[in-house]
């Protein structure tokens, strides 16, 4: 077994491990010391809180090293499909240590988090990771998936002020939603015409074929499958974004009627 397979799995085992370690204590002791309104929650908002915090801590570790390598990986850059992907199989560890964790956690606790979409996006990455921890190929691919993961903590940062009980209309609230739809569309769906647009124009080639079936039809349905999610979680929050515009709307509207009736 060579350095860079020993260091592949080490970083999954790790990876594993340390999230579990942050969901069962760390979570929860962090979260008292920095947010006082977390005593107040009951049970099943702490099990959610502290799968969120899990959350964003593993999107910032895999975003911040997928931003690297999509910018300066000098071997995937040149050669997306077949470039030695070491850097990249590193994070992809990282990334399948937490999904299998979180899988777990969201199985144990179903009653309270348990989510179909979830299981359906945890177990079809998988899937999809595999090819490249096995094989080592679609290193640049692998890794561009992953930087969807920047878009997490905006989303988990959301649901941390709702459970607090935050004004919808307090600035941090405001600043987090606007930024959390920007993020949101830029790494999961404005990605989307561009990525599709590499496949369409690698097909046929050398690189492409060597690929072989299996791993070109799962290449494809798996991006499909996270892309139709990707598109459903958009506009579910395009609904949302629009529905508070609305509501500030009505607000100023109202405040603006009642200096004239003052006045």
């Known amino acids: 077994m060579d350095t860079n397979t020993i260091l592949v799995i080490s970083a ?8 579990q370690l942050l969901f069962h204590f760390v979570s929860y002791w962090f979260s008292a010391k920095v947010s006082p309104g977390f005593d107040n929650l009951n049970f099943e908002k702490k099990i959610e809180w502290n799968s969120r915090v899990v959350s964003t801590c593993h999107s910032l570790v895999v975003g911040v090293i997928g931003l690297y390598i999509f910018l300066f990986d000098e071997a995937t850059i040149a050669d997306p499909l077949w470039g030695d992907p070491s850097l990249v199989k590193v994070n992809i560890a990282i990334a399948s240590g937490y999904l299998i964790s979180d899988l777990l956690i969201l199985i144990w606790y179903w009653k309270v988090i348990g989510d179909k979409y979830f299981i359906i996006h945890h177990c079809t990455a998988l899937y999809a990771y595999y090819f490249v921890l096995r094989d080592g190929v679609l ?18 940062q959301r649901w941390f002020f709702e459970a607090l009980k935050y004004p919808k209309f307090s600035k941090a609230n405001v600043i987090n939603g606007i930024l959390m739809t920007v ?17 369409y124009s690698v097909l046929g080639t050398e690189a492409y074929r060597r690929l072989g079936f299996l791993i070109q039809c ?6 499909v499958v996270l892309d139709v999610m990707n598109v459903m979680w958009m506009i579910k929050i395009s609904k949302g974004c629009i ?9 100023k509207a109202k405040k603006s009627l009642q200096n004239g009736k003052l006045d």
């Open 243 to 251: 529905k508070v515009i609305s509501l500030i709307r009505q607000e």
């Open 218 to 223: 799962s290449w494809i349905s798996t991006c």
């Open 12 to 19: 999954g085992f790790t990876s594993f491990f340390t999230f």
């Open 139 to 156: 290193g640049y691919i692998g890794n561009f998936r992953l930087l969807a993961e920047l878009s997490s903590p905006f989303v988990n």
């Open 183 to 199: 993020v949101f569309f830029i790494v999961r769906i404005a990605s989307i015409p561009p990525f599709y647009g590499y496949i």
